[in-house]
Structures are given as C-alpha cells and as structure tokens.
C-alpha cells in the first residue's frame, strides 16, 4: 500500500531577514490511509509548522512532501491551487469560532470548498451540504445560522463538515478540542474515528494532550525543538517511552487516582535528562500553536 | 449590496436616503425647475428674499434660488467624480497590497506617502497648468489627493482580516485571491469604507468650493454651491442671510451622508451581527 503522506528531511525556516530561524530541522513523518497519526510535543516544537508546510502554507527549504505520491513543494500559483482544489488534503483549526467567517452562514461555509471547485447547481450544492451536515451530526436547521448562534461543539463540527466536503484523504487536525470542554471533545474525537472508518480517512492530530490522543491515534510522532525524537504505534510510544522528552510528557499526564500526578523531583530529574540531550538549537521563538 | 439594504430599515437610514434621493433628484433636474436664467445680471443687486426672488439676489443682481438649482449637478456630479477616482486608485492598492507579495506593498506605501506629502493646492494649481483648468481636471486632482487616505483606511482594515483562518481555509480550498476578497474580506472592510466614503464627499463638496474660490475647476460665472457661498461671504454687512442657502444645501447632503454611513456601520460588520442577533432575541456568541 502506498503512503498517502509521506514527508521526508522536511526543513522549514521562518522569519524574515536576520530573524529568520530554522523551526523544522529535517523531519519525517508517514501517514497510511485510514490512519490517525498523533503529533505531540510542547509550543514552539513545530507542529504547526509542520502541518502549514505539509499543506504548502509554509514553503519549506529542502525535503519533500508527497500527498498521494504528488511532490507539493514544488506547486506554485495555478497548480497550487489546481492541486488544493482536488481537495486532497484540509484542515481544521484549532480555535472554530475563529476558523469560521463570522458574516458567512453555516451552509456557506460548508458548501465553499465545492463552490470553488465550480460546475455545481444550487441544487447540488443543497443536497451536499444536507449529506455533510449529517456526517458530523449537525441538526439540519443550523445550516441558515451564522456560527455566532453556535455553541462550541456545534462550531467545530462545521468547520469539520467543512474540510470534509471536499472529500479529503488527509485531515490536518490542530487541537481540535482543545477549545471544548471534555464532554463535546469525545463526541468530536469520536466523529473522528467515526469518518476514519467510512471514509478511509488518514488524520494527522496535532495536540499537546496525551490523553486526547490514547484513545484515538495508532501512531504517535513526538517533536522537539523543530526534530522528531520519537515515533511508534501509540502503545509504544506512551507504554514505553525511550526519550527523556517523551518521558516527561507521558509522566506529566494528571491521573484522577494519583494525589500528585508527577513529584517535583521525578519532573526535575527528567528536565535534567532533556537538557543533558540539548538538541543545540535554540527553541524556534516565532512558531507557536496558532 | 446588502448592507445599504438593511441600513434603510433604521430611522436613520431611511432619513439620510430621503434626503440624498432629494439631492440627486435636484441635481438631474434642477437647471430645468429654475425660475430665471442663473447667468442673467439684473440691476436689483443684493435684495433679500421676496416673492420674486425667493433666496434674494446676490452682488449682481442674479437670483440666488436660480443659481442654488443650476448649481446642483455640477456641484455633486464633481464631489462624486472626484471620491469615484479617489475610491479606484485607492481601495484597489489597498486590498492588493496585503496580497501580491512585498515589493508591491512596498512600491504602493512609498507612491501613497508621496501623494500624501504633496501640498494640495499646489497640485491642484500645477494640474491645472498642465493639463488645462477645468472641472474634469481639478477632480482628478482632487481624486489623486484623496487616493491615499482610502488606500490606509482600506488597508488597515484588510490587514485585520488578511490572514484569519477562514481566509486560509479557503486558500486551501484553492481558491482564487479574487474570490477570497470577494466572499471573506469585502464584506468585513465595507462598513469601514463606507463611512470614509461619506466622509470624502462630503469634503468633496467642500474642496469643490475651495477650488472655485481659488479659481481653479469651476470657472465663474458657472455656478456651483460652493462658489455662491464664497460670492455670498463677500457681501455679508450687505446680506447677512446670502451664506445660509448655499450652506444649507451642503450641509444637509453631508450630513445625511454621514447619517447613512453611520447607520451602514451599525448595521453591518460586527455591530451588525449582534443587532441581528439581538433582533431575533438569541444568544449573542462571543463574536
């Protein structure tokens, strides 16, 4: 089976001028299809930076990235754009309200991806944007309101039926609950894997919550400071972690049955042993979560 | 145009839209309804308003209400000109700016800076000499000298929403910079535009008369509201009461001008969606 993503010795600098800084320092990364790969690691790590290069919104300096055996780094212009309107691969942003145009209502904004792609009738475009709004559960009377009258859960489910209906193989998620609260983040996690079994889907999910992950993601990549110092199947990765960043990332979960999730001494003894590895490289100062 | 549409159903929008449909039908029609030739002297100089001569006459002896109508088209076919050219090579630049990469914001900043360190009446006299002095002239001068303060205003507003998600959503969707304009960002700059809009034909009017007074554009004895204020100002020990028609007839189109731009703002953009919320009795989300 060929990959459906597949970035190699990917390098990414941002900034302009003197203040331009290398954020990714060579990275891989390989997504199957139907396959919900987590990405971890703390702000600044590059994960951001990571999913904008995949999708061609940060250029990268070297390496390559091939969705569906197709070099993206190299579209400009037209066939950039030729390229995105096949929809092979979307987003979802972190925030929904403000990932949604506020003047724009919900049918709009799930319909646009198909709009731009052109040839569709109004007609066409009711029916699927009725189909969208059942695959991500929304009630169909919400598709005339504007996402000021949504509640967060409902808003993150169109900006899900967004990207959706365009029929993507590849769903960049950054943190996509992590502007929800915990009841409305397992009915959009499970949505997720929801549309990973019927649609094939692959799902890159960027997050800094472990535990939004365990259930869900089959692979989970670790980046630090702009490198990948760990991937595995999830077991792996969480059950045995062999990086001291990683460690501390897996002990630094809060337990409901601990009193304290992590002693002070324990957390101090792993930060040492992530210093001691110090990857040299400044932590990248422009990257960020959003 | 959905938000001059929804402007309409304030009071004050409705006012405003009165008034100025009055204007307009004024300055298609006015040359036509007036009582005497606006150009004819007379030798009754300077007389108050009677039944012959409704707004008097003015230092020579011509009626003022004649003139006042004659002077209509010109008067606001040329603030519309003007704010017309000032609004293409503005507002254009401005949204493209954010756009088509560094050198061209950078090219467009230092052209609009230029434009904005030039003394006005200087260009406007020296567009005068070159290209000959009248009325068209004077406008695309006027036009040039008020480009810049729509290219900043447009561009600020831009900037605010260049790079929100749902404009990048959509470039990930593939489309084009034209439509990403056209769906995510017109209708977020629009409240803003309009109001500096009213706002620069007002000023129009007013620039206009200035010209007039200097003798630049509108050559007298054409008439023009502006020139017959600055005719009337001359004679005020004489006829204290000659500035108020003239004057009248601007103010009330500036400002319902501002009035209908004011409520195009309240309408439209943020204050409008929590009206329309409100409106409705929902809750208003943190928008």
């Known amino acids: 089976m060929t990959a459906l993503l597949e970035v190699s010795g990917l390098r990414v600098e941002l900034g302009h001028g003197r203040g331009r800084t290398e954020v990714l320092h060579g990275v891989d990364l390989t997504v199957e299809p139907g396959q919900i790969v987590g990405l971890i690691g703390e702000t600044g790590s590059g994960k951001t930076t990571l999913a904008r290069a995949v999708l061609g919104l940060a250029p990268p300096n070297s390496g390559t990235v091939l969705i569906e055996e197709q070099n993206t780094t190299k579209l400009r212009g037209r066939a950039l754009r030729a390229f995105r309107r096949s929809g092979a691969a979307q987003y979802v942003f972190q925030d929904p309200l403000r990932s949604l145009d506020p003047d724009r209502t919900v049918f709009d904004t799930l319909v646009e991806g198909l709009v731009v792609q052109g040839g569709r009738s109004r007609d066409e475009l009711r029916d699927a944007a009725d189909r969208v709004a059942r695959l991500v559960s929304l009630p169909a009377e919400l598709l005339s309101k504007h996402p000021g009258e949504l509640s967060g859960g409902q808003r993150q489910r169109v900006a899900i039926g967004r990207a959706m209906a365009v029929e993507p193989k590849l769903l960049i998620c950054d943190e996509p609950v992590s502007a929800l609260d915990a009841s409305t983040r397992i009915t959009i996690l499970e949505l997720l894997l929801e549309l990973r079994r019927e649609r094939g889907l692959g799902v890159i999910m960027i997050t800094h919550d472990l535990g939004s992950l365990a259930g869900v993601a089959d692979r989970v990549t670790v980046l630090y400071r702009g490198n990948v110092v760990e991937s595995g199947s999830t077991q792996e990765v969480l059950l045995a972690p062999q990086h001291p960043y990683t460690r501390l990332l897996v002990e630094s979960v809060p337990s409901l049955f601990d009193d304290e999730p992590l002693d002070s001494n324990r957390r101090g003894e792993l930060r040492d042993a992530v210093r001691a590895l110090e990857l040299d490289e400044p932590v990248a100062s422009v990257a960020g979560t959003r | ?287």
Do not use: C
């Not at chain 2, 304009?181 to 200035?210: D, E, Q, Y």
């Open chain 2, 1 to 287: 145009m959905k938000q001059v549409a929804s402007a309409l159903h304030t009071r004050a929008g409705l006012i405003a839209a009165i008034v100025l449909a009055l204007v307009l039908v004024l300055a298609v029609i006015g040359p036509y309804i007036a009582p005497f030739d606006p150009l004819k002297n007379s030798g009754a100089i300077l007389q108050a308003p009677n039944a012959t001569h409704w707004f008097g006459t003015d230092y020579l002896g011509r009626d003022v209400l004649s003139r006042v109508l004659a002077g209509a088209p010109l008067s606001v076919y040329t603030a519309f000109e003007a704010v017309g050219i000032g609004l293409v090579i503005g507002v254009i630049p401005g949204i493209t700016s954010v756009y088509l990469g560094r050198t061209y914001e950078w090219i467009t900043l230092r052209v609009m800076d230029g434009l904005i360190a030039l003394p006005f009446l200087i260009f406007a006299i020296a567009v005068a000499a070159l290209l000959g002095n009248a009325v068209q002239q004077a406008m695309i001068a006027v036009g040039i000298l008020i480009a810049p303060a729509f290219y900043r205003i447009t561009r600020a507003a831009v900037l605010s929403h260049a790079n929100s998600q749902y404009v990048t959503a959509s470039q990930l969707f593939g489309a084009s910079l034209f439509r990403v304009i056209r769906t995510h960002v017109w209708s977020k700059i629009l409240p803003t535009l309009v109001v500096a809009t009213a706002n620069a034909t007002a000023a129009g009017l007013l620039i206009v008369s200035s010209l007039t007074f200097l003798g630049i554009g509108v050559v007298p004895p054409d008439p023009t509201w502006g020139g017959i204020l600055a005719s009337d100002l001359s004679y005020l020990s004489q006829a204290p009461y000659g500035p108020i028609f003239p004057s009248l007839l601007i103010m009330a189109t500036v400002g319902s001008l501002n009035l209908l731009a004011d409520a195009i703002k309240d309408t439209s953009g943020d204050h409008g969606r929590v009206r329309l919320l409100k409106r409705r009795g929902r809750r208003v989300g943190t928008a």
